[in-house]
């Protein structure tokens, strides 16, 4: 009996640590959704993750935006960074006459205030 009960015991606490495991990639992959940063002044906003993609707008000041996730596109360099990486989000504009938000744009990784390209907060789209 007492075998039993020892052996049912590990079972339960090895079935416990993988809950918390997989409770705790849950959480993570939850936490990446989304990031609120900022935008550089002058950055192209586009429709797609390219310098050949259509230009939605260009931001005329350090714009907030909200972005969702990121996807390795065209490589740009410039001032002496570059990368290859591209986020999609939403930005807004308020110092633009009139204001104005910008929907499901893309924004070169070098605009976009988030430390690394890629965001290590971030999934890819």
Sequence with gaps: MAKRSTRLAATGLALGAALSLLGTAGSAEAAAQS???TIQAGSN???????????VGTTTSTSK????CYVRGQYV?????GTDVWYV????DYA?????????VWVWG????????????????
């Design 89 to 92: 989000g939403y930005v807004d």
């Design 45 to 55: 906003l586009r429709a797609d993750a390219t310098t050949n993609s259509r230009l």
């Design 110 to 125: 070098g605009n976009v205030n988030v430390g690394a390209d890629p965001s290590p907060e971030l999934s890819p789209c």
């Design 65 to 68: 935006a909200l972005i969702r």
């Design 77 to 81: 360099e410039a001032g002496g960074y």
């Design 96 to 104: 633009a006459t009139p204001p104005h938000s910008y929907y499901n």
């Design 35 to 37: 990031v609120n940063t």
